[in-house]
């Protein structure tokens, strides 16, 4: 892999200057977003699915301003090892129910009142939370994968 | 044994299992010494069976069993008759002496537990086929024993002869395990029933039956390939690589004696038919004639032994094709009395190995005052395998005769085989047992276990310990084989003799129940050992006289035998190299052929698939679209966004470079998301335009990292060649979305799904309620595989190619 005239992604990030100081910010706000389509997706559009291509998406463009390392000590964790967690809590959702001895992933749910407020807690909550984490993670694997040079 | 037995059945099948799972463990702890607990697990097993002795004479079989899938009819279950007894009592007596011969012949080896693990594993699993009433539960025993045997024969797995004949095994009885299989499956649909007990019962619709042949070929490819028929003989003799106890155990006294098992067992209901009373006694004969002729010409004593077992088991088969109350009666007493003389023979050959340092009889001799009670063994189980009374062999030989004296051709040409084979037979015999023991002493490499010291001689049980001291000062004395490997050959050996002696019990026991269950009618055996004038008498003086011809001139007929195999030159043993060497040459020419390596070969292969299987049923059952109409009332907005639809479409086709196509293929994703957004399916155009966008991230990411050439290089007839599939594909899919449109709406699922999405599952968004709680198992395998294909992605970037790997770059021919 000799002589590779710099292109894009050579670089740590982009040389832009505007880009790269306004990406963090950008990173920071998507990925905000993405919890919130996360959250609201039972009754509005959104969900783990799309919440997880959001963040994905918000650390591919972390990633193409300030390169792969400045995505990996932000995440902290390994990208697929989020995806693994994601798929881990997905199935442990599901498998919630056979301890209130009904069918596995019958839904389970809970109205606790935290603070004065009634917050609805549920096993599809946490399995759409594992979707969003297998997507995001699975997805960022492979695009910090891509950017990743042998110098990183 | 009452009907409550069952759960201690069932405990004592499975016993051996969980002895092999302890014995590692205990023969660290124990060392050698292991042998004496793990031998009381068979010897627990032959006295829990001796209990159903009583019923068995009395005519009566101990079934029972358990529900296995009873959506199938398969049952584990079992069927305890007078065969299925005998053989019991052998695998589990031998069994026990085999474990504490191993435990002295293997003393000190680092691997001795994982030995006594896998040769109790075989126990239990032959245990298993014999007393298997369900066919299922027949071949999964039986496949366990070819299994089990692999692992016995490649213990020495740091050799290649060894591995090379643990493979030729599992080859050659596994494959006829699927040939059994195949055959029992076909008899279980011919007649409806997949037990053992029942199938006797269903014997005239069988033989009445079309395919009755066609399962009656398929059995004996199971049966002739484990009992080592001609000409599937030649694994049995490469088996010998295995330690010598288990050439006695599976080798001669049981494993192999499965598939004259299996015939004995199915003979009610396959036999007194012509193919039968043809295919066996011809292929039977042969193999006894190859077997005694190439055993001839060893000088090997185990070889010697295995060549006379594959004649010994070709007689078998003779004997029970031929099919008369008489063969049977001669085959259940030969099979009694092969499995204790040739048990014991292979153990004294073991002991003569472990002690002299050679198995070449023509350099043996002289051991007879150094091992008196070796050889004293020896002498009682060639006496038997000769055939000399009084000892159990005679009488099973005086039978064979009477069972094939006969007038009419058939009976001569197969007595004359018989007589021909017991002779060279005899000769073998003593060949083993006689010659390495009389002569003068001869110089010796002297035993094993001195010559490469071993783990710290501790006090050995049944060596004398005086003995003990001596084997220190005088390195090459060769004296007498330890007590536990003594055991073994001495008491095959007088069961042997008192067979022989007491031979009305003997017969009540063993060879009456055993004989009446493979004829299905109740016989009761009578033969004695005291000789008789008779014809058998007369032919068996002619067959002794024989093989002391042959014995007193074995060099020149060893001579004589070489001459004759070598004229011949190639055997199945060859052939079966050559099948091996033929499979692995056509395999790499197969897969370099279809397996190029080349992304675009493949992609396009993947392609054309999908064209064909979307246009070929439309075509086939003419259900093309009909042609959608021009939307009347589409507002400008769309037409538009359609329109900027069309014009990406062409940005991809005509764009001068490869990252100015991936950025317009985002040009129409977009509108395709709009459009999606404008009829109504908010969470739809979310997620195309989420996708839309990593995809132009990703694709310009792989094209910077793989370092693809930025412009496309395709020309001519490529580019026409690949618009055509393309086309083919874009058309194929647009047909069939269209037809699916047009096919009326079933409402069902929408109204469903509209109506208890906020009342059971709490949630507005239908969309997402089907995904995370309606359909949750769908995503749930969805998401897995989002994450398999993350980590396999990963791990196809990381891998660094150094240097050029061609695909299939293991050629056969290379590394020969």
């Known amino acids: ?152 | 044994m009452a009907a409550n037995d069952a759960p201690f059945i069932f405990l004592a099948l499975i016993a051996p299992f969980l002895a092999a799972a302890v014995a590692p463990v205990l023969t660290r702890a124990m060392g050698h010494r292991a042998a004496l607990p793990l031998a009381l697990v068979p010897t627990g097993i032959f006295a829990f069976f001796c209990r159903a002795l009583s019923d068995v004479q009395a005519g009566q079989a101990v079934t029972g069993g358990y529900l296995w899938v009873p959506s199938f009819n398969v049952s584990y279950s079992w069927l305890i008759d007078g065969l299925s007894l005998t053989f019991v009592l052998l695998i589990s007596g031998i069994g026990a002496l085999i474990i504490l011969y191993a435990g002295g012949y293997l003393k000190g080896h680092a691997q001795q537990g994982r030995f006594f693990s896998f040769i109790l594993m075989f126990m239990g699993s032959m245990l298993g086929v014999v007393v298997s009433d369900s066919f299922l539960m027949l071949f999964i025993y039986w496949e366990l024993t070819s299994i089990t045997s692999f692992l016995l024969i490649g213990f020495d797995h740091a050799r290649e002869a060894s591995r090379r004949a643990a493979i030729q095994a599992l080859v050659v009885t596994g494959g006829g395990g699927l040939a059994l299989l195949a055959g029992l499956i076909l008899v279980w649909n011919i007649t409806g029933v997949s037990t053992i007990s029942l199938l006797l019962e269903y014997a005239p619709a069988l033989k009445a039956s079309p395919f009755f042949f066609a399962s009656l070929l398929l059995i004996l490819g199971g049966a002739f390939t484990k009992s080592a028929q001609f000409p599937f003989h030649f694994w049995l003799p490469n088996a010998m690589e295995a330690p010598t106890p288990v050439s006695a155990y599976l080798h001669s006294a049981t494993m192999v004696k499965a598939g004259v098992f299996l015939l004995m067992r199915l003979q009610p209901a396959f036999g007194d038919t012509p193919a039968w009373e043809t295919i066996l006694p011809v292929f039977g004969g042969a193999t006894l004639i190859a077997g005694t002729v190439i055993g001839l010409r060893q000088t090997d004593l185990k070889l010697m032994l295995a060549y006379t077992t594959v004649a010994s088991l070709g007689l078998l088969v003779m004997l029970t094709g031929f099919g008369t109350p008489h063969a049977l009666e001669s085959a259940v007493l030969y099979l009694i009395a092969h499995a204790l003389f040739k048990g014991a023979l292979f153990m004294v050959a073991g002991a003569i190995d472990h002690e002299a340092g050679t198995r070449d009889v023509t350099r043996l001799g002289g051991l007879r005052r150094a091992m008196p009670v070796t050889f004293a063994a020896a002498m009682l189980a060639a006496l038997s395998m000769g055939g000399l009374p009084p000892l159990l062999g005679f009488l099973a030989k005086e039978e064979i005769y009477e069972a094939l004296a006969g007038s009419n051709p058939r009976a001569l040409a197969f007595m004359l085989t018989a007589i021909i084979g017991n002779a060279l037979m005899f000769a073998l015999a003593f060949a083993v047992a006689l010659k390495p023991f009389i002569g003068p002493e001869r110089a010796l490499p002297g035993p094993h276990h001195e010559a490469k010291p071993v783990a710290p001689a501790s006090a050995l049980p049944g060596v004398a310990s005086t003995k003990g001291e001596k084997d220190k000062m005088q390195a090459t004395h060769i004296h007498e084989a330890p007590l536990l490997m003594l055991a073994g050959p001495v008491v095959l050996a007088l069961a042997g003799l008192a067979a022989g002696v007491f031979s009305d019990a003997f017969h009540a026991a063993f060879s009456s129940p055993m004989a009446s269950a493979i004829a299905h009618q109740a016989r009761t055996v009578t033969i004695s050992a005291i000789p008789h004038l008779s014809l058998p008498f007369l032919l068996s003086l002619v067959t002794v006289a024989l093989g002391v011809i042959v014995y007193l001139l074995l060099d020149r007929a060893r001579d004589a035998a070489a001459a004759a195999l070598e004229s011949i030159g190639w055997g199945p043993d060859q052939g079966f190299d050559q099948a091996m060497r033929g499979l692995i040459r056509g395999a790499h020419a197969l897969t370099t052929r279809i397996q190029s390596g080349r992304l675009e070969t493949y992609i396009m292969v993947t392609f054309i698939v999908i064209a064909t299987s979307l246009l070929v049923p439309m075509a086939i059952f003419s259900e093309w679209p009909s042609p959608p109409v021009w939307p009347a009332e589409a507002g400008f907005h769309e037409l538009v966004i359609f329109a900027i639809a069309v014009i990406g479409l062409f940005a991809v086709v005509l764009a001068a470079d490869r990252l100015t196509a991936i950025v317009s293929l985002g040009i129409q994703g977009f509108s395709v998301a709009v459009i999606f957004m404008l009829y109504g399916a908010p969470d739809l155009a979310f997620t195309q335009f989420m996708v839309e966008t990593l995809s132009v991230v990703i694709l310009a990411l792989v094209m910077t990292r793989l370092d693809l050439q930025p412009s496309d290089h395709r020309h001519g007839w490529e580019m026409i060649k690949d618009a055509v599939i393309a086309l083919a594909c874009g058309v194929g899919f647009a047909a069939l979305l269209l037809r699916a449109v047009q096919m009326p709406f079933n409402r069902e699922l929408t109204d469903f799904f509209n109506a208890w999405s906020k009342v059971v599952a709490h949630g507005t968004n239908v969309v997402n309620v089907i995904i995370v709680d309606f359909r949750g198992t769908d995503t749930l395998g969805e998401i897995a595989v989002v994450a398999i294909t993350g980590l396999a992605i990963l791990a196809l970037i990381r891998i660094r190619v150094s240097g050029t790997v061609r695909p299939a770059d293991n050629d056969p021919e290379r590394s020969d």
């Open chain 1, 1 to 152: 892999m000799a002589d590779r005239s710099p292109r894009r992604g050579e670089r740590r990030g982009m040389d832009t200057l505007i880009f790269r100081t306004m990406a963090p910010y950008l990173t920071a706000l998507m990925m905000l977003f993405s919890v919130f389509v996360l959250l609201r997706g039972h009754n509005q559009p959104g969900g783990g699915f799309i919440g997880g291509l959001i963040a994905a998406s918000a650390l591919a463009i972390l990633g193409i301003a300030n390169g792969v390392s400045a995505v990996r000590r932000a995440l902290w964790f390994d990208p697929i090892a989020i995806a693994a967690a994601g798929l881990a809590m997905a199935a442990l959702a599901g498998l919630l129910s056979l301890f209130a001895d009904v069918p596995f992933m019958t839904a389970l749910w809970a109205f606790p009142h935290i603070l004065g407020t009634e917050v609805a807690l549920s096993t599809p909550l946490m399995f759409d939370i594992g979707v969003y984490l297998v997507v995001t993670g699975a997805i960022t694997t492979i695009a910090l994968a891509l950017e990743e040079r042998e110098d990183d």
